[in-house]
């Protein structure tokens, strides 16, 4: 009986060692689960028929940004682009050629350590570059800050909520993002005490419920990385003036799969904001 004891306090410690050493690993390669950046920038907006402005712009402690700028005659409101956390500005072409069709003006921007952006990521980071982004536009641009709608896909949703909360901004437009990093991190690690171990927090539910300025979320049900129930809560906890809109498709391709129910839903958001138009 002894010895069966012994094996079991054995495999006990082992199946304890091989769960820390996870703990650990999970703590400190948060970046590389978080952030996916590529450096390569494999398209332009001109590739598409687009006529763009190559821009550099730095924040305030430093860091040099590149940036889009791909503008429209009288458009209907210009947006701040924060894009998710794969990839760079360039595998946004197809989202771009959207926004351009439904009149918006849109400066869409790498986070440091994205594509041509110097830098090192982090939350804070993040924050910082969307910063400069408004300060790009609104300073140097002269566009009214009541012009601009902070939009932002997946990770961005995190860093554009971040910017309506901190800037003034006209509208917020959330797709296919989460509550907070460690809500989605709960989702797919149940068995991990994920909200002790996060080093990251992107908490939009938290803005969501103090924003007063409209907002549009939008959202697949079979989204295969950022559960529905996130979406919808986020959705539900906001304070008005809101609306939800559901898409269909997986994660990175939503938007394109309900691209003719996508156009108009954002059409008649833009018009709501714009009234007398």
Same mark, same amino acid.
């Given at each position: 009986m002894k010895a069966v004891f012994r094996m079991l306090y054995a495999v006990l410690g082992i199946i304890a060692s091989v769960y820390i050493l996870i703990l650990f690993y999970v703590y400190f390669q948060q970046d590389k689960m978080v952030f996916y950046p590529t450096s390569e920038i494999e398209a #332009?907006?001109? @590739?598409s028929g687009l006529e763009y402005e190559d821009v550099f712009i730095e924040t305030e402690d430093g860091v040099k940004l590149h940036a889009w700028y791909i503008p429209v005659e009288s458009p209907a409101?210009?947006?701040?682009?924060?894009h998710g956390n794969g990839g760079n500005?360039?595998?946004?072409i197809e989202s771009? !050629? @959207?926004f351009h069709a439904l009149n918006i003006s849109v400066f869409i921007f790498d986070y440091r350590g994205y594509g041509r952006s110097e830098g090192e990521? $982090? !939350?804070e980071g993040t924050y910082k570059d969307a910063d400069a982004a408004w300060e790009y536009l609104t300073n140097t641009r002269e566009i009214p800050a009541n012009s601009i709608i902070s939009f932002g896909r997946s990770l961005g949703g995190g860093i554009a909520s971040w910017l309506a909360d901190n800037r003034e901004v006209k509208a917020l437009i959330l797709e296919s993002t989460f509550t907070s990093i460690p809500d989605v991190a709960a989702?797919?690690?149940p068995f991990l005490p994920v909200k002790l171990l996060s080093r990251y927090h992107y908490n939009s539910l938290e803005r969501v419920k103090r924003l007063t300025l409209p907002k549009l979320f939008?959202? $697949?049900? #079979?989204d295969d990385l950022i559960p529905y129930s996130l979406g919808e809560k986020l959705y539900r906890e906001a304070i008005e003036p809101k609306k939800f809109i559901e898409i269909s498709g997986g994660h990175n391709y939503g938007y394109l799969n309900s691209h003719n129910m996508y156009m108009r839903e954002i059409s008649a958001f833009l018009n709501s904001l714009n009234p007398e138009k």
């Open positions: #332009t907006p001109i @590739q409101a210009t947006m701040i682009f924060c500005i360039s595998h946004r771009i !050629e @959207q990521l $982090s !939350e989702k797919h690690y939008i959202h $697949s049900k #079979t």
